[in-house]
């Protein structure tokens, strides 16, 4: 839709949904579906506390301010931090706890009933342990609701989940990177061979095996992890999981198994991964373990 905003699109589908689909004809009033964005998702912040009111429409900025005060800074884009509500509502998914990094909240289904509520059916994949201290939340972006609005919550596990599924990696190089390259705790994907040079950059030479120094970006992508800085020798990084949530979005957990002392840079590693080619964003999260509690094994 071009020259036409995000915003604006939600509000037209809600429009066509509302007519029926634009189809001629009369027949029965039926459920119609909402089209829900998702807009981030990823572990509230620990120092929130818990709350009873985990699921919540928002539709003023001030409802808005209080949603966001319980995630990390940054991790909502910035044109949903002070939307036209007018055009565009938001619904606020937050789990009740677990000790579970990689669970998630999703939206399975969101209709618009005949008598003009709403239904919204919720997935929590993972291992819920109510008592676990880690939350994890989904936000997501919806045409404006002006009928009431009930949730529901189904639980899953992977690989069963309806809003989440395992993507394939492959492990192809590990250890300490160059040591004059600049200390990046994060993750870098490749998905051309601009950012693949800056990548195999930060890589010893020999580390990457022949059969993938040159990918073939059209059938794969390629994504380095590198760790803190550490006191700990015997660190390293893995993926502890890589999880499609959209055509267009990947979820990426990313585990550094150590002592933790970003201070003192002694030591860091890196992970070089194979992935099969994408079109769109990963996001990644990072969990910090120790042995013998790490997720991943060496």
């Known amino acids: 839709m071009k020259g036409v905003s995000r915003f604006a699109a939600l509000a037209l589908a809600a429009a066509i949904a509302a007519c029926g689909g634009g189809g001629g004809g009369s027949s029965a ?3 119609t579906p909402i089209v829900a964005t998702l807009v981030q998702a990823g572990s509230v912040l620990p120092t929130a506390e818990a709350t009873p009111d985990r699921t919540r429409v928002i539709r003023t900025q001030p409802e808005l301010d209080i949603v966001l005060a319980r995630l990390p800074d940054g991790s909502v884009p910035p044109e949903y931090r002070a939307p036209n509500f007018s055009l565009v509502n938001l619904l606020y998914l937050e789990g009740a706890g677990d000790d579970d990094p990689l669970s998630g909240l999703s ?5 618009r009933n005949a008598d003009g509520s709403h239904a919204i059916r919720v997935e929590y994949c993972g291992m819920a342990a109510p008592a676990g201290t880690h939350r994890t939340f989904g936000l997501y ?3 404006p609701l002006a009928g ?3 949730f529901s919550q189904s639980l899953s596990q992977l690989p069963t989940c309806e809003g989440r599924s395992r993507v394939a990696t492959t492990r192809i190089a590990t250890g300490a990177p160059v040591a004059m390259s600049p200390h990046e705790h994060g993750v870098r994907v490749a998905t ?3 950012q693949w040079n800056e990548i195999l950059a930060k890589i010893p030479p020999g580390d990457v095996p022949p059969q993938f120094a040159n990918p073939d970006f059209s059938q794969v992508a390629m994504i380095y992890l590198e760790g803190p800085g550490t006191i700990d020798p015997t660190a390293y990084v893995r993926i502890a999981d890589l999880l499609r949530a959209s055509p267009s979005l990947l979820f990426l957990y990313a585990e550094f ?11 860091r590693a ?3 991964y194979s992935t099969p080619a994408f079109q769109g964003q990963v996001r990644g999260e990072w969990i910090y373990s120790e042995t013998p509690g790490c997720r991943v094994p060496r």
């Open 29 to 31: 009033p039926v459920a």
């Open 107 to 111: 939206i399975a289904s969101a209709m």
């Open 141 to 143: 972006a919806v045409p």
């Open 148 to 150: 009431a609005v009930t």
């Open 192 to 194: 051309n061979a601009a």
């Open 257 to 267: 198994c150590g002592s933790f002392a970003d201070f003192m840079t002694m030591y």
């Open 270 to 272: 890196y992970a070089l």
